[in-house]
């Protein structure tokens, strides 16, 4: 970008964030910070106010806006595998799972569900189910969504630089700023 400093808005803040969360072994919150970044993605492709797939006499809600963008990008975040979780004996679309059961579940209450067991190991973060079943969200999990977050158009340099510019506009001319102190300063 040029400058000393780059400045960081929406979602590249929270995929910055997800980063920083997961280079110190916080994997919840790196997952949490991206699952954000594509709930923020989701809305840039499809708008409130863009009709439903599912009922285009209605609005597109949150849930349909993410699961549809996750869908519409399945094939950068499952590629050698199903796109399935079976999950409390239901098998379901990978995006319903982690809309669902992790973004919603994170957001809401602060924690994944309390039938799921999040176990530690390195860069690993595993989903234990009570039967010793499960899932390893792996960093590889991580990177894909970043990768799914990070590719959008929708974010790219040339979509956000307006919004880059009016935050760097902001805080140019923030008050705090300003240098004038001690005797200056009324």
Not at 60 to 86: K, N, P, S
Not at 90 to 102: A, M, N, S, T, V
Not at 150 to 170: D, F, I
Request: proline share 6%; glycine share 10%; net charge negative.
């Amino acid at each position: 970008m040029g400058d000393k400093e780059e400045i960081l808005v929406g979602v590249q803040a929270r995929v910055e964030d997800a980063g920083v969360l997961g280079d110190n072994g916080r994997h919840e919150g790196a997952l949490l910070m991206l699952l954000i970044a594509v709930a923020a993605t989701s809305r840039k492709r499809y708008p409130r106010g863009t009709p439903s797939k599912n009922n285009p006499a209605k609005q597109m809600g949150d849930r349909e806006a993410f699961t549809t963008f996750l869908r519409d990008e399945i094939w950068r975040l499952v590629r050698e595998h199903d796109d399935f979780v079976v999950f409390r004996g239901e098998k379901r679309p990978i995006e319903d799972f982690l809309y669902e059961f992790l973004r919603c579940e994170l957001v809401h209450d602060g924690g994944i569900p309390l039938d799921l067991y999040p176990v530690h190991d390195g860069s690993v973060l595993s989903v234990i189910y009570p039967d010793g079943s499960g899932i390893s969200f792996t960093g590889l999990l991580l990177a894909r969504l970043n990768d799914v977050v990070g590719r959008a158009p929708e974010n790219s340099y040339e979509a956000v630089r307006p919004q880059m510019e009016a935050v760097k506009t902001r805080r140019i001319h923030n008050p705090f700023n300003s240098t004038r102190h001690g005797s200056d300063a009324p």
